[in-house]
């Protein structure tokens, strides 16, 4: 058993039993569950042997190091998934408007491992919340976790470089552009910086602003 067989829900699962206050024998049953796809408590009313426990042992041994990252220019922008090939788009400056505010709302909190699936999900350009359930149920994470980790470690460096993308391709729909600008700084800002976040307010008190920064870019 590898990273190849544990999928996004599983991940999930195996994560927060990591953070359960419970004896550590419970937790490798609880593992060891999760990673068969069998109930916790058939797991507990199994008569096993020391030999029998310590194979079920060694196949979870693999959990004690995450999926290797490759190098993130290297990554996959098309994996299969359930049979069906998606393509996945991972360059910030290519997401639409849509994309970019689905992936703020689902990083919320902190973690892009609670939402995973979500997010890749949005990353396909397809129906969020359909391909979120086959991504949950299907996709390995030997892939879906380097993907994962690369959108949260860039999180604030792909921000600025969607927003700026964002208002060159909705220069000529403002009223769409200051709707979406707005809904982003009520929320927060979402890990803008300081700066980004002053300029939106900026454009939102004054549209003409837009005009005279792409005219200077």
């Known amino acids: 058993m590898t990273w190849d067989d544990i999928n996004i829900e599983q991940f999930a699962q195996i994560q927060a039993v990591y953070n359960m206050d419970c004896s550590d024998v ?28 310590k194979a079920l042992k060694r196949q979870t041994r693999f959990l004690s190091e995450l999926p290797p990252t490759p190098n993130f220019t290297s990554l996959d922008h098309k994996v299969k998934v359930n049979g069906k090939t998606y393509t996945l788009q991972l360059d910030a400056t290519k997401l639409t408007a849509g994309q970019y505010i689905d992936i703020q709302n689902f ?31 299907h996709f390995n994470m030997t892939q879906a976790y380097p993907i994962s980790v690369f959108f949260w470690k860039v999180y604030n460096a792909l921000t600025e470089d969607m927003l700026t993308s964002l208002m060159e391709k909705l220069g000529a729909n403002q009223s769409e552009l200051k709707h979406q600008l707005k809904e982003l700084i009520e929320n927060g800002g979402d890990g803008l910086s300081p700066s980004t976040i002053s300029q939106i307010q900026t454009y939102l008190n004054d549209p003409t602003f837009l005009d005279s920064e792409l005219s200077s870019s």
């Open 26 to 53: 419970e937790k490798s049953i609880r593992i060891i569950a999760i990673c068969h796809m069998e109930e916790y408590s058939d797991v507990c009313d199994l008569r096993l042997n020391g030999k029998v426990w």
């Open 107 to 137: 990083l919320k909190g902190g973690s892009v491992f609670e939402n995973m699936d979500k997010v890749l999900a949005v990353l396909t350009g397809e129906d969020v919340l359909a391909t979120a359930k086959i991504f949950r149920e």
